[in-house]
């Protein structure tokens, strides 16, 4: 027998367009089909992850139900990558308005940004977006859709409500939610995180952002953009601490060319509730200040969705980090698998997709198995300019030392990079006295549209000699990559072989 009608959910402000999109993702009216005697795959959460793994194992035939408590489509449709790209575009709009650089063009310097429209805008979007994740959408996909809490209780059957649904193999993809700092006084001053953050309909005049990584650098520029006063506050001492120092030091220039008051190696002491406004307490070295603001948003600390999903009962380990995995994503219940941010250190929509491709072939098929490990998973800081990286990290680079070589090529040198005025540079890892690329960062405004080549090139084993055999197209930023593979061949005219060249051509005159 079915369940009953699921509980409405609210998504503030519930105008026309949050409206479809509860419509889409948690419609109301949704009952909960006939569960099968048993499925093929049974998936817990429905964000990226999980929709990739249902979608691709009903495609081939397998019978999938997929079980979400809240919206479909997970953070990244409802409080992640879609409201925030949003968010950044309009802010990039507004930016091109006030500092317009075309020689034909006065910048608008007095130009005033509609927020509420800008917010109504995001959500429009979001909307429109989301019939792509809906309940109907992924029933015509033949996959049984349940709305509720699901929850293990026994190592083959999960339960939502008054459904039981046997399966043969298993997937927990629930994601993660933010955190805050123990910060004394936070929680009672109250506090934004990426949750809330895109129900504001007001810009906050003052905007205080704790946490520098990419959440806090984008949100931070954007709302600067925006209008709002913004202070950027982080504990190290620099911006995305995990990112190559040179690029951070760009982004923190930029950043305060556009009037953030960036505070590095800080800490927040406390906070507190002052009338109509909030007050954060900062140490800086031996300096104690007070920072007045209207609005805080925190940007550090994500936990995993396990709660309620009683773990204990499928035999599946965890931690505080989230479901223990095995290179093939099986949990320590080989019949259950997890994928997407439950599981993994690299939490970004494409990492889950690819982890969520992982898992179809390992648990729908026997055989060859695919690994965790040779995934090349790059990723994107979408500031302006961008900062795009894949492969080894600058933590690698100190480890490994004199073995790697760093080849960079200034985006100023390169002719595409003049005409934009853009400053950034392309920076390629190679292993030590070979071409092999282990790893690169790209620093442009269109950072994250170049990085993929990087990223082909380790997936591929390409090395620098091959892409300085590949046509750009001119003039293109991209040419920055080859002008690198031209450098590297460079480096191979050793003085004895240039002599040897020099011999050569006195020869053939």
């Known amino acids: ?17 949050n409206q479809k999109l509860v419509a889409n993702t948690h419609p109301a009216g949704w009952i909960n089909p006939k569960p099968a005697a048993r499925y093929n795959l049974v998936i817990i959460g429905a964000g990226p992850a999980g929709l990739v793994a249902a979608a691709g194992a009903a495609g081939l ?54 927020f509420p429209a800008v917010m109504e805008h995001m959500r429009r979007v979001r ?28 190592p083959s059957t999960i339960t939502v409500g008054n459904s039981t649904l046997s399966f043969k193999k298993a997937v927990v993809a629930t994601g993660t ?18 949750e809330t953050v895109f129900s504001l309909t007001e810009l906050p005049a003052r905007l205080a952002i704790i946490g520098g990584g990419p959440v806090g650098c984008e949100l931070a520029q ?37 009037g953030i008051d960036v505070k590095l190696s800080t800490n927040t002491l406390r906070a507190t509730p002052s009338n109509e406004q909030k007050v954060l307490y900062l140490k800086n070295q031996k300096t104690e200040y007070q920072l007045p603001v209207d609005e805080i948003l925190v940007g550090v600390g994500r936990s995993p969705n396990i709660n309620n999903l009683n773990l204990e009962m499928a035999g599946i380990r965890h931690n505080q980090q989230g479901i223990q995995v095995n290179d093939y994503l099986q949990t320590t219940n080989p ?24 898992v179809i072939q390992n648990a729908l098929f026997p055989g060859l198995k695919r690994r965790l490990s040779t995934l090349t998973i790059p990723w994107c800081t979408y500031t302006d300019p961008e900062i795009a990286r894949v492969g080894i990290s600058a933590q690698d680079i100190q480890k490994r030392g004199d073995r790697v070589t760093a080849f960079v090529q200034s985006l100023s040198e390169v002719d595409r990079g003049i005409i934009n005025g853009d400053k950034g540079f392309v920076k390629i890892l190679t292993k030590k006295g070979s071409d092999q690329i282990l790893g690169g960062t790209i620093v442009s405004k269109n950072a994250g549209e170049m990085i993929s080549e990087i990223t082909l090139a380790i997936t591929a084993g390409i090395g620098l000699k091959t892409i300085s055999k590949v046509i750009h197209p001119y003039p293109t930023l991209a040419e920055a990559i080859k002008k690198i593979g031209d450098t590297y061949n460079r480096t191979r005219l050793t003085p004895f072989l240039k002599r040897i060249m020099s011999i050569w051509f006195r020869w053939v005159r």
Do not use: W
């Open 1 to 17: 027998m079915a369940d009953s009608k699921t509980d409405p959910i609210t998504v503030l402000p519930m105008d026309i367009h």
């Open 61 to 114: 035939g397998a019978k999938v139900a997929l079980v979400e408590k809240s919206l479909l489509g997970g953070d990244c449709l409802n409080v992640g990558c879609v409201p925030s790209k949003c968010l950044i575009q309009s802010a990039r709009e507004a930016e091109a308005l006030r500092t317009a650089i075309q020689s034909h063009t006065k910048p608008d310097k007095d130009a005033t940004i509609d």
């Open 127 to 154: 909307a429109h977006i989301s019939q792509n994740d809906s309940a109907q959408a992924l029933s015509n996909l033949n996959i049984d859709v349940f709305l509720g809490e699901g929850q293990f209780s026994n």
């Open 177 to 194: 939610r933010p955190t805050h700092p123990q910060i004394k006084g936070l929680s009672k001053t109250g506090f934004l995180t990426n």
């Open 222 to 258: 954007s709302f600067r953009r925006l209008g709002s006063e913004v202070t950027l506050i982080e504990i190290a001492p620099q911006l995305l601490p995990l990112e190559d120092s040179e690029a951070a030091a760009l982004l923190t220039e930029q950043f305060i060319r556009e």
């Open 335 to 358: 019949q259950i698998y997890a994928a997407g941010d439950v599981c993994m250190k690299q939490h970004f929509t494409h990492a889950a997709d690819a982890s969520a491709r992982i």
